[in-house]
């Protein structure tokens, strides 16, 4: 493995050497870093290649939220400890007119999802302080003073929202809805103390990601800003909220704080959901269906400020999560669901309303980049506010006019998410400087967007991302390292990815190459639905395209190419394991490797769209990777976690077995405390160490770091 210690000595000194000079601009397009890069030219003796201790330098920043009149944001900013890897999570306020950042909160604890008050004196946040068994909402005066705890509900606090009044707050928490707090509270402490483990279940789904769910519910309350005895909204109707897991997203609050509408399931089953849009007085009754005009899944309500319209995200493809999604209007006070903007091929999530009610905003997956939108109440068509890179956790000052005030955070391939303004006109101008001096110590490579002609003779756009000093016109031919996504249906974005950062593999001296193949998102309902059921053909074929594509440049040393991807990637990467390629070498990541036994899934009770097993036996065999093991004989890297309930880790444990009874030359890399992803800080720095000598061994690249 690879000492990155040399490494973080030199860049601690570069550091001290580098004025604090901003060489990052928010406005930053693709393709666009320093000058001597994008020449061609040799890399800045100041700087260094991006390298895994350096991601995990960066300061993670969260979604922001806007004071009602738009002249400061606030939003947690998340930093690891060097030696131990714990997270630090404070809340900062920063200015929108000129960045100005102060830090808010200074314990221990990680505080979250901050939330001004419409009124603009408060800004509530959750976290686990001073002895809390699960997170509760805390309360922080904005003119200054000590946050104080306003909840100690023993489930603890899944995600709230503000009252219009300011005065109180609406939440979630997954409760026994037959227990009172005191009771539940002793319920957990007998589970915690009890000597017998077993659990036991009679619905599904039984665990979701990394954590198995137990037999309580989520459901809405409402408390007092001062605090008190949270009031039930949700008990008693008959239905709970996701059991996978709610956010604020899955409900809202009307503006004159007397209804409340709700996401849930209206058939109760977990096997074969429909999520209905439900709406219920505050002070709890019978709850409404108001879209029982659709058997698919609707969700995300969002009141508009003016109290006429509810709008939310609706799907009409059971069992396809990847379907359009369209934006649904209900007049509340007429009744009835309207689809607007139905003619775009695009899906459509809207996060927040216009103040004067007449459009919404959000970001939409559109063609490799997440664009923020305004999106017109009246059908007239969408209008993008940005182009080139991608934004995310959209927020909507209150007040204003036309033009109201919009933040949100702005990344790309060399750009880690940052906050930056966002004028009715689409301006965009950088707010935060959180990453700034470390990203002065970093030199990037360039990278691109390219297309080229795929399956079906279908145009198929990839990103192509390049080591710092590459040159196409100097003759030098790299080794390639080709990304596979996960997925499927989840198109790679303009993006900066801390768990595989293109531009981290690239600095080992590879070019990078990510292509967008048929089924991913972001390029319309047919595109992404057009490898169902066959989900492995056409993605297959698009790799291996995108691969010729490279192949047939000066600059990529066709003898030195490798493949790998997590999740779909991992998939795909075990289905081309077993067919004809040109790898020399491949990485899988949490990869499906049995179709069969993927039924031991988070979801694995769900129906599946095309059939079951049993039903269609030969489809799974078809479409199974594990029915190629015959033809296996690339050198495959295989890395699963233990707590990876997406895919669980028998497929790598199977898969790496498989590889070693035919002699394959294979390295299984477990984690006993990690899950679908690899998120913990040194066990990640590992991760990219196991990949990269990995990929070394086989196509023995050279290096680009800055020796």
Known sequence: MFDWTIQTRRRAVQRWL????????????????????ADGGESDDAKVALNPETLWELARLGGADLAPDGSWAVLPVTRYERESGDAKTDLWRVSTEDGTARRLTTNAARDNSPKVSPDGRWIAFQAKRDGDDAPQLYLLPTDGGEAERITEIPTGVDSYKWFGDSTRLLLSSRVWPELSWEEAK??????????????????????WWDHWIDEREAHLYVVSREGGEPAAVTLGTGYQLSRAGTDESSYDVSP??????????????????????????????????????????????????????????????NGFYADRVRLVLHDRGEGGNRVIHDDWDRS???????????????????????????????????????????????????????????VAL???????????????????????????????????????????????????????????????????????????????????????????NAQLFSSWGYVTAWPNFHGSSGFGQDFADSINPNRSDMPYEDVLKATDWLASKSWIDADRMAA????????????????????????????VYNSFTQYGADYGAGKRRHGEHWENPENYRLYSPHTGAGNFET?????????????????????????????????????????????????????????????????????????
């Open 186 to 207: 002793e319920k957990l402490k007998e589970r915690k103390d009890s000597k017998v483990s077993a659990q036991t279940w009679e619905i599904v789904p039984i665990r």
């Open 256 to 317: 004159d704080g007397a209804e409340i509408a709700f996401s849930a399931d209206s058939k109760n089953d977990g096997v074969d959901p429909d999520y209905d849009i439900f709406v219920i007085p505050t002070a709890g009754g019978e709850a409404k269906n108001i879209t029982t005009d659709n058997s698919g899944q609707d969700d995300g309500p969002l009141y508009s400020p003016d109290g006429k319209w509810l709008a939310f995200g609706r799907q009409v493809i």
């Open 564 to 591: 790998g991807g997590g999740s779909y990637g991992g998939y795909l990467t075990s289905v081309i394991l077993g067919r004809e390629h040109p790898y020399q070498a491949l990485i899988a990541h949490a990869a």
């Open 410 to 500: 702005q990344q790309s391939f060399v750009q880690p998410p940052t906050l930056v303004r966002l004028d009715g006109d689409g301006e965009v101008t950088k707010l935060s400087t959180f990453n700034d001096e470390v990203l002065a110590t970093v030199d990037f490579g360039t990278y691109e967007s390219v297309t080229y002609t795929g399956a079906a003779g279908d145009e198929i756009q990839m990103w192509v991302n390049y080591p710092p000093g590459f040159d196409k016109e100097a003759g030098k031919a790299w080794p390639l390292y080709l990304l596979i996504h996960g997925g499927p249906h989840n198109g790679i974005t303009d993006s900066f990815h801390f768990r595989w």
């Open 18 to 37: 580098v004025a604090l000079a901003v060489v990052w601009s928010g406005l930053m397009m693709p393709g666009a870093v320093s000058p001597a890069v």
């Open 635 to 707: 050198p495959t890297l295989v890395i699963h976690g233990q707590k990876d309930y997406r895919v669980p880790v028998n497929h790598g444990i199977e898969l790496f077995n498989t590889l070693q009874n035919r002699g394959v030359e294979s390295r299984l890399v477990y984690y006993p405390d990690e899950n679908h992803w690899i998120l913990k800080r040194h066990n990640s720095i590992h991760w990219y160490g196991e990949c990269r000598d990995w990929l070394h061994r086989f196509l023995a690249a050279e290096e680009s770091e800055a020796e």
């Open 348 to 406: 459509l999530a809207p996060q927040a309303w216009a103040p004067d009610s007449t459009a919404l905003y959000g970001t939409v997956d559109d063609a490799g980049n997440n664009r923020a939108y305004r999106i017109p109440a009246d059908g007239s068509a969408p209008v993008a506010l940005t182009e080139g890179t991608s934004f995310s956790s959209l927020a909507v000052a209150r007040d204003g006019g036309e033009k109201p005030t919009l």
